[in-house]
């Protein structure tokens, strides 16, 4: 399994926050490509209704989820590919070791994969002796560097040139630099000869298309087609929801995954693969494994308000336009989907107690769903998770967290309803408000449990006379 | 890691959705094109010259920004003559000679490469007198070797400058991958306006359907690239750091 630090969400976002590097990296991503896709989408021929459209489309694929699933299978099958379907990480972990034996794999490479993060594939492998190398040139830097990825799609944004001109320098042997093409081609030198030596290659899929029955791939660099091209496996992970039922949907989709990814017209690699090599294909790998994942997938599917969150295209553009991400970087959220899509889809994987504080992080301010390709409402989302944390909910095994803020809340919402209450209530505060550390006119600290919202900021205090009370004098001295 | 598993598996995913049972539900997969697909074939169809050479206009301006180099040849003796200054302007980056990599595919044999280089010319086919796999190996061994990989597109988007190539018979997936630089020639007619229109044609057209998608349908745009080192650009991550397209205009 994967590492989950979901716990620790308060002091890794404190971290993040306070790393003025990693602050200006993030801005710079959020500069270009944040606003990159706004524009684009304002420049499609469609217009961003496009958006809802696809969306429709990713929703009609959800709802029928079996049928397409059935249909790829056949299809791959008949082309001599192997399908399984795996109902947990640990299985479809098993299954990879058990195809590595059968070929006798000592060396993997990779291509950029989330599922294969979710299941901590790479662990597994190396304790099975099998060296796993990332060939995408961010997540290879950060598996030298015995990091996790910190983005989507930038895998190793938190880091900088400098940082690693210095890994590459060591790791590599090659001569400092802090160059981006001289380190890139130093990268693309070690990685060849990876690729030309590995006996598997693993990649995941974006978007399976089931009337064709073909996975597809997407990368710029050219490291997945690699790594799907030269071994002799080609071994596919894929989340059970990254399939859409027709070719003629993977239009606007992959139109609109380029804008949201990158803010690009297009992909500069997008392949579309069916199997292993056919007789007489001069090329292409001898076996094809394709592994579909539930791993907590159905339990989202079943549930009606969280359902939606499985037309997620993992794109990233959500994480580039949030300002909570913007702040605290990647690494916070403790598990490999992080961001406004982490905030939601990783409570639903781990346990909405587990992860509880990454929905709360987040400030429903609405910028993810305006820069979702496939118009997800994650606000409406974090919500329902927030709720479900306030009143616990057996279907999803989810405890109260705070039983203390619950009474807050029904206190308050009682004295809100009563305007006699409430000014009582108001007058009693503002004579305790005495005994706060802090001058007249801020209260520095507050004490637990309310000491979280006076850590960084100051707080005005409530005025000794209420705006209510006032009025009323003044009407009458009139 | 049966059919049971498989089985347990999808009735799952069946009661996740609310259904009791194995379901069939055509409607998804259309069975005859629809109103928009048919608008699309008429349209390929009925595409005049001068509709061409407006979409050569469209690639140009696709291309540009994208770093394809994008040459007009108007017949194929041009087009030879521009692989043949291509080669003798570069330099190999993965061996000390210069070699390149070819598909077997008509339009190439008539551009007849062995003539027109002066350096040797490796066609993607397995050598027929080895074992499948050690004969892939070795292929991929000379294609690695080469520093110019020449392919013929199947079609080519103008909107975006993309280009569809499918596995085939002695069209190696990695000679558009592995060399250094990828040269792509494609006929003026196989030029497409968009992604619509590629997939259209793939599913309708009765000369394009029996093939499909192929075992590998692979669409390329723009020459290998990352820009994941502080989000700076830079070109030849791990496929071809060069893109050279070659439209081959007819009869003129
Ligand atoms: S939620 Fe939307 S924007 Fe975020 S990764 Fe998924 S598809 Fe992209």
Same mark, same amino acid.
């Given at each position: 399994m994967t ?62 989820l079996?049928?397409?699933l059935?249909?790829l299978a ?8 192997h399908v399984y379907f795996a109902r947990k990480g640990k299985e479809a972990v098993e299954y990879c070791l058990a195809v ?13 994969s989330?599922v294969t &993060?979710e299941i901590g594939l790479?662990?597994s ?21 015995? &990091? ?54 693993i990649?995941g899929c ?9 996975i ?19 071994m596919v992970f894929m989340g059970m929801e990254r %399939? ?45 494994h394709l592994v579909v994942l539930d791993n907590g997938r159905s339990k ?49 994987l781990? =346990? ?9 992080? &987040? ?116 | 890691m049966t059919a049971a598993d498989e089985k347990i598996f999808l009735a799952n995913v ?126 991929? &061994? ?42 792509? %020639? ?49 070109? =030849? ?16």
């Open positions: 590492r989950i630090t979901t716990e620790k969400y308060r002091q890794q976002a404190a971290k993040g926050a306070a790393d003025p590097v990693l602050r200006g990296a993030l801005a710079n991503l959020q500069n270009r490509f944040g606003r990159g896709t706004a524009e684009c989408y304002r420049r499609l021929p469609e217009g961003p209704d496009l958006r809802k459209r696809a969306k429709r489309a990713r929703q009609e694929s959800i709802d029928h079996d049928v397409l059935e249909r056949e299809k791959i099958r008949s082309r001599g590919g590595c034996r059968r070929h006798g794999v000592r060396l993997a490479v990779k291509g950029k989330m &993060e790479n662990r492998l190396s304790a099975a002796g099998i060296e796993a190398v990332e060939t995408d040139l961010g997540e290879y830097i950060v598996q030298l560097a015995g &990091e996790s990825p910190s983005h989507i799609i930038a895998p190793a944004i938190h880091k900088t040139r400098k940082e690693i001109g210095r890994l590459f320098a060591d790791r590599l042997g090659i001569a400092y630099s802090e160059d981006p093409p001289t380190l890139t081609r130093a990268a693309r030198r070690a990685l060849r000869e990876k690729f030309l030596a590995a006996d598997m290659g990649s974006n978007l399976a298309c089931a009337e064709t029955g073909h597809t791939t997407v990368s710029n660099e050219g490291n997945i087609r690699m790594a799907s091209t030269l071994p002799k496996v080609h %399939i859409v039922a027709r070719l003629e949907d993977h239009d606007m989709l992959f139109r609109l995954l380029a804008r949201g990814a990158a803010a690009q017209n297009m992909a500069g690699y997008v392949s579309y693969i069916g199997g292993p090599r056919q007789p007489g294909d001069s090329d292409g790998p001898e076996a094809f989202i599917l079943a549930d009606p308000e969280f359902r939606e969150m499985l037309c997620c295209i993992r794109c990233a553009a959500c994480l580039n336009v949030c300002p909570v991400y913007g702040r605290i970087g990647g690494h916070a959220y403790g598990y490999p989907y992080s961001g406004p899509v982490g905030a939601v889809v990783t409570p639903l781990v =346990g909405i107690n587990r992860a509880k504080d990454l929905c709360s992080g &987040e400030t429903l301010c609405g910028a993810c769903r305006h820069a979702c390709p496939v118009d997800i409402d994650i606000p409406r989302m974090l919500l329902a998770l927030r709720a479900k944390l306030a009143d616990g909910d057996p279907r999803w095994g989810v405890k109260r967290t705070s039983l203390l803020e619950k009474a807050a809340f029904v206190l308050w919402s009682k004295l809100a309803g009563s305007s006699r209450l409430y000014a009582l209530a108001m007058e009693a505060a503002a004579l305790a408000q005495r005994l706060l550390p802090g001058n007249r006119q801020m209260i520095r600290r507050l004490p637990p449990p309310l000491a979280g919202w006076t850590q960084y900021r100051d707080l005005r205090p409530l005025a000794g006379k209420s705006f209510h009370k006032r009025w009323k004098t003044n009407d009458r001295s009139r | 069946r009661r996740a959705l609310g259904i009791d049972s194995p379901r069939r539900a055509p409607r998804l997969f259309a069975e005859s094109p629809s109103a928009y697909s048919k608008r699309l074939l008429e349209k390929i169809s009925r595409r005049t010259g001068e509709e061409t050479r407006k979409l050569i206009h469209r690639l140009k301006e696709a291309a540009a920004p994208l770093n394809i180099d994008l040459h007009v040849a108007s017949d194929i003796q041009t087009a030879a003559a521009l692989i043949t200054r291509i080669a003798a302007d570069k330099s190999p980056e993965w061996a000390d000679r210069k070699t390149v990599a070819a598909w077997r595919h008509p339009l190439i044999e008539r551009l007849d490469l062995p003539a027109a280089l002066d350096a040797p010319v490796f066609f993607s086919e397995p050598d027929p007198g080895l074992s499948g796999e050690e004969a892939r190996r070795r292929m991929i &061994e000379q294609i690695a070797k080469s520093f110019i990989g020449v392919t013929a597109a199947d079609f080519c988007l103008a909107d975006t400058a993309t280009l569809v190539l499918r596995s085939r018979p002695g069209q190696a997936r990695s000679v558009s991958l592995l060399p250094s630089i990828h040269v792509a %020639i494609v006929e003026a007619d196989r030029l497409l306006a968009d992604l619509a229109e590629l997939y259209a044609l793939l599913s309708w057209d009765p000369e394009q359907k029996t093939e499909g998608l192929s075992t590998c349908l692979t669409l390329i745009t723009g020459p290998s690239k990352t820009a994941d080192i502080e989000a700076t650009l830079v070109h =030849g991550a791990h496929g071809p750091r060069e893109l050279h397209l070659v439209v081959l205009e007819q009869n003129s």
